[in-house]
């Protein structure tokens, strides 16, 4: 009897207020709390920050998976890849994201996004780089069919996000990023605005194998969240991150190993209601 009403719950959470939101593939990340806006910097930046491309001079590709609220009935997945254009013109990126509700054998819910991202320096020097990007993204829901087997209706939708991202001395960085910039919506007879989120942030390396980062993360309607979270490289192929957030109160830990040209992490993420979210990610580089 719990289960059908927790997934009743979440579904209306998730059809009227979060559709398109919440989407963090990086277990990097997650271990961090996801505070990420001023340290994206690899093949997820596209979700974090995507004027963090710039910064990318190598081809990566990347495959996430998440387990939210350790939850059978959930699936998310997600898959990008990032090319290098120039020194002048930046980096490129495609990423694609599925998340589905299934019970009993039935689709209750699917989502899909499929983004194009750019990012490139605007100055970039040996003592300070400032840099911009942008995702267009085209978002699609599915709502599965009702009881008595009618289909229920599916759309789609473009958005558009842009994000700055600043250094000093490669020490201190600074990150903004707008989320639906352009505030689109979803539906015919009931449109839905989809989520508008603004997160700024900053980020200290004191030195080279620790990261400390804190950010604002406000969804429009909805509470700020304050995030924070760390990384140490406790040896050379080992990453420990942790870190925790509020609205809702949560904390976070992971581990990422490197192997040769492979990133390998994990992320968890507890609440203080649900189950814990289980975060797996691999990145490859060449």
Not at 16 to 34: C, E
Not at 168 to 197: E, I, M, Q
Request: one cysteine or more; proline letters at 3%.
């Amino acid at each position: 009897m719990l289960k059908p009403l927790i997934l009743s719950l979440l579904l209306i959470g998730c059809a009227f207020a979060g559709a398109f939101d919440d989407r963090y593939p990086s277990a990097r990340a997650a271990g961090m709390s996801n505070a990420f806006v001023a340290v994206s910097n690899d093949v997820w930046s596209a979700y974090y920050n995507p004027a963090g491309l710039a910064g990318i001079n190598t081809y990566q590709a990347g495959l996430a998976y998440h387990k939210p609220f350790n939850y059978t009935f959930f699936s998310s997945a997600f898959g990008s890849a990032v090319l290098p254009i120039s020194a002048e013109y930046g980096t490129a990126g495609i990423s694609v994201e599925s998340f589905g509700v299934k019970y009993k054998g039935n689709t209750l819910n699917q989502e899909y996004v499929a983004a194009l991202s750019h990012g490139f320096y605007l100055l970039n020097d040996i003592h300070t780089s400032l840099s911009v990007g942008y995702n267009l993204k085209y978002f699609h829901m599915d709502l599965g069919e009702s009881v008595g087997g009618l289909e229920l209706g599916s759309g789609g939708t473009f958005g558009l996000d842009v994000g700055l991202q600043a250094s000093v001395y490669k020490r201190t960085y600074l990150g903004l990023f707008v989320y639906n910039l352009n505030a689109p919506s979803l539906g015919v007879d009931v449109a839905r605005d989809l989520p508008r989120r603004v997160v700024i942030g900053a980020a200290y390396k004191p030195y080279t194998g620790l990261t400390t980062a804190l950010s604002l993360n406000k969804t429009i309607g909805y509470d700020t969240q304050f995030e924070a979270g760390f990384e140490f490289a406790l040896i050379e192929m080992l990453n420990l991150r942790f870190g925790a957030s509020t609205n809702p109160n949560r904390f976070t830990a992971g581990l990422g190993i490197l192997f040769e040209s492979f990133n390998l992490d994990y992320g968890f993420r507890n609440h203080p209601v649900l189950s814990e979210t289980h975060s797996f990610s691999v990145m490859y580089s060449w």
